[in-house]
């Protein structure tokens, strides 16, 4: 029979090496969340758009110099990005840029392999209960399903589960509303403030009417105000606003089927039927 001591000692190697399989299981996690691929569906569509643009204006003979003007430039970005400060607070303005930056990975999740990881869960639990899925929490990829898991353990009333997964998901999708709301505002004046600029530009021709020359080439020159007031609400930021609430109903989506599966597990439904349920947040396949 072991010593007290030795039986101590190796309770002891078996918690240190649990925690270092923890441990590598977040580094693991957290490399594959900063090595996550660009989306290239959106990089061709903002390719598509500036090559398209270009192309455009180029069909008119006219050279692409022209419309490269400072002034224009610097009424449209910088009242629009003045009037943004104004009407959207400091941490939505922050949390809206961080969301944006976002978009350019592809963040989609796999539901495939989620209820995989939820099926296998809940096999481990029916035979070694709830706790034993603790020391491999750790190891899952969605940030939202080890929260719920997490909160699974410490939690004793379902309903105080249910409403608590609800409440974080009604916060996530109103956050999202607020990044395109904010978006959504500033692509409402841009176009108003480029009509400033051209405003601008035209009083300023008014100033050399008697040189027709001047004129001419002014009131040209001066529409281009209105032409990037245009492109940053119609080209950047109202279809920045759709993609953020595009990216928010897909996540929302995921974090419902993540909540009914852990709901499932909580309740020791048979993984079979927790598999069955979950397939209904898989987007249908059409027939041939």
């Known amino acids: 029979m072991a010593s007290p001591s030795t039986a101590f000692l190796r309770e002891q190697d078996q ?8 441990d590598q299981a977040k580094l693991a996690v957290t490399a594959a969340r900063k090595s996550r691929p660009l989306d290239i569906w959106m990089i061709s569509g ?8 270009i192309a455009g204006i180029l069909s008119t003979g006219v050279h692409i110099g022209y419309f490269l003007q400072p002034t224009g430039a610097l009424i449209v970005l910088g009242g629009t990005i003045g009037v943004t400060l104004i009407t959207t607070s400091r941490d939505s303005l922050v949390h809206c840029i961080r969301h944006l930056a976002e978009l350019l990975h592809s963040a989609s999740a796999d539901r495939e392999a989620l209820i995989d990881e939820i099926v296998n869960y809940s096999r481990q639990v029916r035979i070694k209960g709830l706790l ?6 750790g190891g899952t990829e969605d940030k939202f399903l080890a929260e719920a898991l997490t909160l699974m353990l410490d939690v004793k009333d ?18 999202g509303e607020t990044d395109a709301k904010a978006l959504e505002v500033a692509g409402g004046f841009a176009p108003t403030i480029g009509v400033l600029g051209t405003v601008v530009g035209l009083i300023d021709v008014l100033r050399q009417f008697s040189n027709v020359s001047s004129v001419a080439l002014g009131i ?21 606003a759709s993609r953020i609430r595009a990216s928010v109903a897909q996540t929302f989506e995921t974090h419902e089927m993540i909540t009914e599966g852990v709901l499932s597990l909580f309740d ?21």
């Open 15 to 22: 918690t240190g090496q649990e925690q270092a399989g923890r």
């Open 46 to 53: 903002i390719a598509v758009t500036l090559a398209a643009t």
């Open 132 to 137: 034993s899925i603790e020391s491999t929490i």
């Open 158 to 175: 379902r309903t105080e589960l249910q409403m608590t997964l609800e409440t974080k998901l009604r916060q996530r999708e109103r956050q």
């Open 220 to 240: 040209g020159t001066a529409f281009v105000s209105t032409i990037y007031g245009l492109a940053l609400a119609n080209l950047i930021l109202l279809p920045a």
């Open 268 to 288: 020791g439904v048979h993984p079979s039927l927790i598999r069955e349920r979950l397939r209904c947040f898989l987007r249908p396949v059409q027939p041939r």
